[in-house]
């Protein structure tokens, strides 16, 4: 796949071709503010340490509506998973690890994330991959891209996810956010599903978990917005198979030469994904899972006026250059008194979201 893909209910961006790689956010918000390129489209890695995903594409086509697939897309070859990375028992040991380690005071929420490694009969078609997830997902932002601008340990290599979770967007002075953090996997039945979620509402482990979230943004964006309205209490947002905790959250900026990009590199990390303090998360992270590569980073468009979406990169697969192997991921919140059980469980149905699309 040479090419960017977010579709959204209400507007998809579409790319084919590339013109020119970025190596970093500073040489892309720099080729926009001088009109060397007209829009940029990509995807930052999870660490800030790891090279970008950014490219001027050949051609952009900007619809209201979601993403309409062409009618010769190939069908989705059977898939299977043929690793759990750790295995179920090993995650929840760390899990519990990682509780006794918050319970010390080290840190007061770290995310853990497990990957589960996927075959294919034949090529996955990235594309194909995501038309299924619009269609499964209509409410998530449905993404497709080309991780090659990274360099050589990407190339060819595509990302493709459907997030429920908005990083931030900026249309002129006005900036948007909605954060999720807190969840709560669905039921089957009507009556159980309303429970879990208005247990999750007063959840004081998800209640927390999503206040350093909040915080974060807060503390990020108060020094580039003028004004900022952020609710008291969070709201209750849902996908088809997790419940979320989400505050909307809109700013105004004070420099509106402040482009979408560089609101998306100043946000991110964000505790959803990282912890809380944010350093000692991601050393932590970094020492028990490795390179995360791009999954819990961000996907999204800037255009040349600054304004553009960015979306965190979750319930998402990296698909490899052959097409034939994959590998996703899925992570949750741990606070000082989560439940190593239930945090499994939690990443269990978040990666619904992607094996369901597969069949897997």
């Known amino acids: 796949m040479d090419g960017f893909l977010l579709s959204r209910a209400e507007r998809s961006v579409h790319a084919t071709g590339t013109r020119r790689f970025f190596d970093d956010v ?3 918000t720099q080729a926009l503010r001088s009109g060397k390129a007209t829009i940029v489209v990509g995807a930052l890695p999870f660490s800030r340490h790891r090279p970008v995903a950014l490219a001027q594409p050949d ?3 900007i619809t209201d509506g979601p993403w309409q697939a062409p009618s010769d897309l190939s069908d989705l070859p059977p898939v299977r998973i043929s690793a759990e990375l750790p295995l179920p028992r090993v995650h929840v040991e760390r899990v ?3 509780v006794e380690r918050l319970s010390l005071g080290e840190m007061e929420k770290v995310v853990a994330a497990r990957r589960v490694a996927l075959e294919a009969d034949d090529p996955l078609d990235p594309l194909a991959l995501a038309a299924r997830m619009i269609e499964r997902h209509p409410d998530a932002a449905t993404y497709a891209l080309d991780l090659s601008a990274a360099g050589e340990r990407y190339w060819g290599h595509t990302l493709v996810g459907a997030t429920p979770e908005l990083l931030v967007s900026r249309r002129g002075d006005t900036v948007t956010c909605r954060p999720l953090a807190g969840t709560a ?3 089957a039945d009507p009556d159980e599903d309303r429970r879990a979620g208005e247990e999750l509402l007063t959840s004081d482990k998800n209640l927390t978990e999503h206040g350093f979230v909040v915080d974060w943004i807060r503390t990020r964006l108060a020094p580039l917005c003028s004004d900022l309205d952020i609710p008291d209490k969070p709201e209750l947002t849902a996908t088809p198979d997790v419940w979320h905790l989400a505050t909307p ?3 105004t900026l004070r420099d509106p030469g402040t482009d979408a990009l560089t609101l998306a ?3 991110h990390p964000t505790p959803a994904v990282a912890g809380t303090p944010t350093e000692a998360a991601l050393d932590v992270i970094s020492r028990v899972e490795g390179d995360r590569r791009f999954y819990g980073g961000a996907v999204g468009w800037c255009d040349e006026q600054g304004d553009g979406d960015w979306f965190v990169a ?7 250059s052959d097409g034939r192997r994959a590998v996703a991921w899925a992570g949750g919140g741990i606070v000082a008194d989560s439940d190593p059980v239930a945090e499994l469980d939690e990443t ?3 990666l619904r979201t992607l094996l369901g699309a597969l069949g897997a």
């Not at 979750?314 to 490899?320: F, G, T, V, W």
């Open 314 to 320: 979750i319930r998402c697969a990296e698909l490899s």
């Open 249 to 251: 959250i809109t700013g």
């Open 26 to 28: 500073h040489s892309a």
């Open 265 to 267: 590199h100043v946000l």
């Open 185 to 187: 996997a669905r039921r």
């Open 348 to 350: 269990t149905a978040k």
């Open 59 to 61: 051609d952009v086509e």
């Open 96 to 98: 519990r690890r990682l």
